[in-house]
């Protein structure tokens, strides 16, 4: 109620069937409900109320308003706005509750409405071995590497590391059509669990770019370049003795311009 009308209303001392709760004094309004065992104590019935506000000013600052409950209140225009300014939300609360709230809880707010909205980042690394399978399932010939860090507990989950992924559809591509030519990078990936993005790609025949294969790691570093060429050079076959591949490598530092002359240079000199 105090949420509702702005007023300076306390909660005495409830349990799960009692709640009372009073106006700042000498303000008389008061409220007392319980739950009616008839009912199937579903819900509190409201058994005395005095709803007469005096003697009291506006309550523009509100303890009972939390981050739970506002998440759960504007989940559905979070919802629709996953990126709802911290601002909208603060004069949302403002207009609708006269309440005002600070910037740290209308982020918090959005937060957890985000979380219940797509569900917490470490249940989703849980289901990563069903997508690898649902991945294989429905793209014959694809290649999957996971990497984890078991538990000494067996009830607890593995600590997720790294994971490799070539879709067999590209790779029948790359083998068949794509000039052979392999571009390596990599880039920060930001979020609760931060790590490495590395990708391979390769030019088409329409001078396109031709998405190879990619993996998350938990950094980049030798032993994990080590690890995704491994399982890229194994993917497409390629006989490191005699190859006729070409890599470029970000460490080159080559812009796109220049990137396109040597892809056309290197067509021509392979074909």
């Known amino acids: 109620y105090s949420i ?6 306390f909660m005495y001392t409830n349990d799960k069937s009692r ?17 009616v065992p008839a ?3 579903s819900d509190f019935v409201l058994k005395t109320l005095n709803d007469v506000h005096n003697h009291c000013s506006h309550a523009w600052k509100n303890k009972h308003m939390s981050t739970s409950w506002l ?35 209308a982020y918090k707010a959005r937060t ?8 917490s980042v470490a249940e989703q690394y849980a289901f ?43 790779k029948k591509g790359v083998n068949e ?20 993005l590395l990708t391979a790609i390769g030019p088409d025949p329409n001078n396109g770019w031709w998405p190879i294969a990619w993996a998350v790691v938990e950094k980049e570093a030798r032993e994990q370049w080590h690890w995704f060429l491994s399982l890229l050079i ?22 796109h311009s220049y990137l396109i002359i040597i892809v056309d240079i290197s067509y021509y000199l392979v074909y």
């Open 4 to 9: 509702l009308t702005g007023r300076p209303v």
């Open 128 to 170: 990563v071995w069903e997508y690898a399978a649902e991945l294989q399932r429905t793209h014959p010939n694809t290649t999957i590497d996971i990497q984890y860090n078991p538990r000494n507990d067996p009830d607890e989950r593995p600590t997720f590391t790294r994971f490799y992924c070539c879709l067999g559809p590209l």
């Open 71 to 105: 998440a759960n209140r504007y989940e559905d225009q979070i919802k629709s706005n996953m990126d709802m300014p911290a601002k909208q939300i603060r004069q949302a609360v403002d207009e609708q509750y006269k309440c005002e709230i600070s910037r740290s809880m």
């Open 39 to 41: 009912l199937n104590n």
């Open 112 to 119: 957890k409405a985000r979380k219940n909205i797509k569900g």
């Open 234 to 255: 194994k993917d497409l076959q390629i006989a490191t003795a005699s190859s006729h591949y070409t890599f470029i490598s970000d460490q080159q530092k080559v812009k």
């Open 19 to 35: 709640l009372r709760a009073k106006c700042v004094a000498p303000c008389p309004w008061f409220v007392y409900a319980s739950k």
């Open 177 to 196: 059509g794509c000039r052979p030519i392999i571009a390596l990078d990599g880039c920060h990936t930001k979020g609760a669990y931060p790590g490495q």
